[in-house]
């Protein structure tokens, strides 16, 4: 079985520039969920995605979208990145719709705004 | 709105020692209550998750309690060990608010 895994380890941006993130799901996973982690709090939820649509958000602006893919893999985008944006992204995966179900947290992604 | 607030922030004692880490949150509508350990800039791992149902779980020299009429939680570790270090995470998931949230966190560290 394998786990959930995400790309890039680590990334550097300046601020303005755009990223995108990327994860996949544990296997036999359908649902994907994502969190921003800043320096010494805890994670908080961005939004989730079941079946290739958003289903829950965070308190967290447009600028932050993503998509999930037919494989049930996943992205998080973050557009016109602000110095705030630096932190640690998760993703969870999970079985089924919802935030009931178990989800199961990637290594994550260090995002460095400049 | 749920709050989760952990405590201590910091804990440092040395090998063997048995320790009490504290988790409260306002809102005890709450689903389920999870403990997660964080390795330095690393993901979670869940340790232990425990249904609106259960009072306690255990797992080795783990366990985790819930008392939701007092909106509180406590992870209990025996005989630490150096391997323990990292930081605690503890998460609630409330019918009210509909998704995790966390606390802000324990960092332990065990001394040998």
């Known amino acids: 079985e394998t786990g959930v895994t995400q790309s890039p380890t680590h990334l550097i941006k300046t601020r303005g520039q755009q990223v995108t993130l990327r994860c996949s799901s544990q296997s036999g996973h359908n649902t994907v969920s994502w969190y921003q982690q800043a320096l010494g709090q805890g994670p908080q939820f961005i939004f989730q995605?079941?079946?290739?649509?958003?289903?829950g958000r965070g308190n967290f602006p447009p600028r932050f979208s993503g998509l999930q893919f037919p494989n049930y893999s996943s992205e998080l985008n973050v557009n016109a990145l602000e110095l705030d944006d630096s932190a640690l992204y998760l993703c969870a995966s999970s079985l089924g719709a919802g935030p009931y179900n178990e989800q199961f947290f990637g290594p994550g992604t260090r995002l460095t705004v400049l | 709105k749920q709050e989760v607030t952990q405590i201590p922030a910091a804990l440092s004692v040395p090998e063997g020692e048995n320790l009490v880490l504290n988790c409260s949150f306002t809102d005890s509508a709450i689903y389920n209550l999870q403990w997660f350990r964080q390795d330095p800039g690393k993901g979670l791992t869940s340790l232990l998750l425990?249904?609106?149902?259960?009072r306690e779980q255990t797992s080795g020299r783990l366990n985790a309690s819930l008392d939701k009429s007092s909106g509180r939680s406590t992870l209990y570790i025996a005989a630490s060990q150096p391997g323990d270090s990292a930081t605690y995470l503890c998460a609630s998931l409330s019918y009210n608010t509909d998704k995790l949230i966390f606390g802000t966190g324990t960092r332990l560290q065990v001394f040998p």
């Open positions: 425990i249904q609106s149902s259960q």
């Open positions: 995605y079941y079946r290739e649509e958003e289903n």
